[in-house]
């Protein structure tokens, strides 16, 4: 009698185990890569897709932060951590990628045509450098989710290379000049004044601080507009 009782009870935990197995199956030939599709889909939207398109206006400052409201959040947010100014760094982001996301450098033609490198690894709206990019993950946490082009992070690698800069060679955060320059030649290449034999670089960093300090009186009319602009955002805790 021992024995009949056992038999169906071990047919039904050897038919539980075969469909363990079945699903373990699956999971392996068709979960994981749905998963990695799903995900691959989900970065394309996030990273690429949907990125802002460029201000219409990016002559004005405030135009520009009507249009994105969030950059103001990112920016001011940069300003709290590090210490340039808004007006400063979204100046850096117009002459480094026009706003543009994905911007890169154009790519070299080999005998005149055939697209072939390209001259640097600047990526992204603040145009950062793979070792430069490299090292600001390193300091402040590296992430999936921290890209070159999403624009938060963008204005935060601004923030924290020209934080270095002051601390490093002492340039004022209110010297968008000099902060440019260093941030273009580099510390060690401002240090040697590089730049003292590239007269376009010069001329470039001068039209730099010409539209931070516009930004900067532009943005005195209407910041109040995005200080408070979310619905949980309200009087006296986001002035």
């Given at each position: 009698?021992?024995?009949?009782?056992?038999?169906?009870?071990?047919?039904?935990?050897?038919?539980?185990?075969?469909?363990?197995?079945?699903?373990?199956?699956?999971?392996?030939?068709?979960?994981?890569?749905?998963?990695?599709?799903?995900?691959?889909?989900?970065?394309?939207?996030?990273?690429?897709?949907?990125?802002?398109?460029?201000?219409?206006?990016?002559?004005?400052?405030?135009?520009?932060?009507?249009?994105?409201?969030?950059?103001?959040?990112?920016?001011?947010?940069?300003?709290?951590r590090w210490g340039?100014?808004?007006?400063?760094?979204?100046?850096?982001?117009?002459?480094?990628?026009?706003?543009?996301?994905?911007?890169?450098?154009?790519?070299?033609?080999?005998?005149?045509?055939?697209?072939?490198?390209?001259?640097?690894?600047?990526?992204?709206?603040?145009?950062?450098?793979?070792?430069?990019?490299?090292?600001?993950?390193?300091?402040?946490?590296?992430?999936?989710?921290?890209?070159?082009?999403?624009?938060?992070?963008?204005?935060?690698?601004?923030?924290?290379?020209n934080h270095l800069?002051?601390?490093?060679?002492?340039?004022?955060?209110?010297?968008?000049?000099?902060?440019?320059?260093?941030?273009?030649?580099?510390?060690?290449?401002?240090?040697?004044?590089?730049?003292?034999?590239?007269?376009?670089?010069?001329?470039?960093?001068?039209?730099?601080?010409?539209?931070?300090?516009?930004?900067?009186?532009?943005?005195?009319?209407?910041?109040?507009?995005?200080?408070?602009?979310?619905?949980?955002?309200?009087w006296p805790f986001?002035?």
């Open positions: 009698m021992v024995g009949k009782f056992k038999k169906p009870w071990r047919r039904r935990k050897r038919r539980q185990q075969t469909r363990l197995d079945v699903w373990r199956s699956r999971t392996k030939w068709y979960g994981l890569p749905l998963l990695g599709l799903l995900v691959a889909t989900w970065a394309t939207l996030r990273f690429s897709l949907l990125a802002p398109a460029p201000p219409a206006n990016t002559d004005d400052l405030c135009e520009i932060f009507r249009e994105h409201p969030v950059w103001y959040d990112y920016a001011k947010e940069s300003e709290r340039t100014p808004v007006a400063t760094q979204i100046a850096f982001v117009y002459y480094e990628s026009s706003f543009r996301s994905h911007a890169q450098p154009p790519r070299s033609r080999l005998w005149g045509f055939i697209p072939w490198a390209r001259p640097t690894t600047a990526y992204g709206y603040a145009q950062a450098l793979d070792p430069a990019w490299r090292e600001y993950l390193e300091a402040n946490g590296d992430g999936w989710f921290t890209v070159r082009t999403d624009m938060e992070h963008a204005l935060d690698f601004v923030g924290w290379y800069t002051h601390r490093q060679l002492g340039i004022s955060f209110y010297n968008p000049r000099s902060l440019y320059l260093a941030y273009h030649e580099g510390r060690g290449g401002f240090s040697r004044q590089t730049y003292a034999r590239k007269p376009d670089i010069t001329a470039l960093a001068a039209r730099v601080q010409k539209r931070a300090f516009r930004y900067d009186i532009q943005l005195q009319s209407c910041e109040q507009e995005f200080q408070c602009w979310r619905w949980y955002q309200f986001c002035r």
